[in-house]
């Protein structure tokens, strides 16, 4: 940490069970927002690791820790990708799904300097817009975003087919 500023850095293979472990830790979290579409699955965490290490120096792709005392206190995985064919907004989209910090009270900052590091990253990659996932319950989350501006851009509505009623 400098000047209160968490030290944010690509991330290695000694980062991927803290890294693992923050993403289950989501995981739990937005799986009691939303049990149906987040359901857990039973090797998630095993599966996700080994998912972020194909991440590892993949093109097109940042996966960031920030440090704090000598400890990972958060991370955010961000792609560069092309916008469907439908949609032209000039450039690559910086989309990110993965994206916590290990207790709410760091998103101000731990999450707001993953986010401008992911966001700067990206824009060297040719990235124009940012699509970031947050559940809507997600309300520490929600007001990072807020500060840096963003807008809800879309929302999923979810109901399983069993449960809707045919008449």
């Not at 090797?43 to 290490?53: E, M, N």
């Not at 900052?109 to 966001?119: C, I, K, M, S, W």
Request: net charge negative; hydrophobic share 45%; glycine share 8%.
């Amino acid at each position: 940490m400098t000047d209160g500023v968490p030290v944010v850095r690509r991330a290695d293979e000694s980062d991927l069970d803290t890294i693992a472990a923050l993403a289950e830790m989501k995981r739990v979290q937005y799986e009691s927002y939303q049990p149906v579409f987040h359901r857990r699955a039973v090797h998630a965490l095993a599966d996700h690791r080994a998912y972020l290490r194909t991440l590892l120096g993949k093109e097109g792709t940042l996966l960031l820790v920030a440090e704090q005392h000598g400890r990972v206190t958060g991370f955010i995985f961000a792609a560069v990708v092309s916008a469907p064919s439908v949609y032209d907004p000039q450039g690559g989209i910086c989309f990110i799904d993965d994206f916590m910090v290990e207790d709410p009270s760091l998103w101000p900052t731990t999450g707001r300097a993953l986010a401008q590091d992911a966001f700067d990253g990206a824009r060297s990659l040719g990235a124009v817009l940012a699509n970031v996932v947050c559940g809507p319950r997600d309300a520490p989350k929600r007001a990072l975003l807020g500060t840096l501006g963003f807008e809800v851009g879309s929302e999923w509505h979810l109901r399983p087919l069993d449960e809707i009623n045919k008449g």
